[in-house]
T-cell receptor
């Protein structure tokens, strides 16, 4: 069935270090992927997206990598800051649908 | 940009009562989604609309759940005869065509 999972439920990093959050997806027909950040009491906030015809996309301090061969997605955050502390979700959209499937999430804790 | 607005933010109801939530999407967005999120989990897809047409419903959406988007603008999600298992955060999101979803801050439902 369709599922998007994450390898690590909690990730702790030192302020200033780089963070890498991983995600595995199961639907090889998915053609669009998004990373969201969710802070306590708020809805998910869009961070960055990538289409299946790309393997890397960069934003401000964030980079998403897509490996379709092993159905793996990662989010890299450079120079992690205290404000980056949140739960991060990856989501995929199976080709031909407009439904987004979310994973369980990884909690990122930034240590001062 | 006023963002996606959801009301109420919190709702406490007794088992067996009916509840209705409202979502006002970003004004030019033609797609509107409802998701449900329980503690420690990622959002689960419930249903989505393109304009006023409800195009897909999840198997999670029992007969007690109904969603409408009568004029292709705001949407309502009604839960009839609430059960304790309905306690969750109900998230609304909107998008313009195939662009990323923008989420509201949700309605937290507690069924006692």
């Amino acid at each position: 069935g369709e599922s998007v999972g994450l390898h690590l439920p909690t990730l702790s990093v030192q302020e200033g270090d780089n963070s890498i959050i991983n995600c595995a997806y199961s639907n090889s027909a998915s053609d669009y992927f998004i990373w969201y950040k969710q802070e306590s009491g708020k809805g998910p906030q869009f961070i960055i997206d990538i289409r299946s015809n790309m393997d890397k996309r960069q934003g401000q301090r964030v980079t998403v990598l897509l490996n379709k061969t092993v159905k793996h997605l990662s989010l890299q955050i450079a120079a992690t800051q205290p404000g980056d502390s949140a739960v991060y979700f990856c989501a995929d959209r199976p080709q031909g649908t407009y439904k987004y499937i979310f994973g369980t999430g990884t909690r990122l804790k930034v240590l001062a | 940009d006023t963002g996606v607005s959801q009301n109420p933010r919190h709702k406490i109801t007794k088992r067996g009562q009916n509840v209705t939530f409202r979502c006002d999407p970003i004004s030019e967005h033609n797609r509107l989604y409802w998701y449900r999120q329980t503690l420690g989990q990622g959002p689960e897809f419930l249903t989505y609309f393109q304009n006023e047409a409800q195009l897909e419903k999840s198997r999670l959406l029992s007969d007690r759940f109904s969603a409408e988007r009568p004029k292709g603008s705001f949407s309502t999600l009604e839960i009839q005869r609430t059960e304790q298992g309905d306690s969750a955060m109900y998230l609304c999101a909107s998008s313009l065509d195939i662009l990323p979803l923008h989420f509201g801050n949700g309605t937290r439902l507690t069924v006692t």
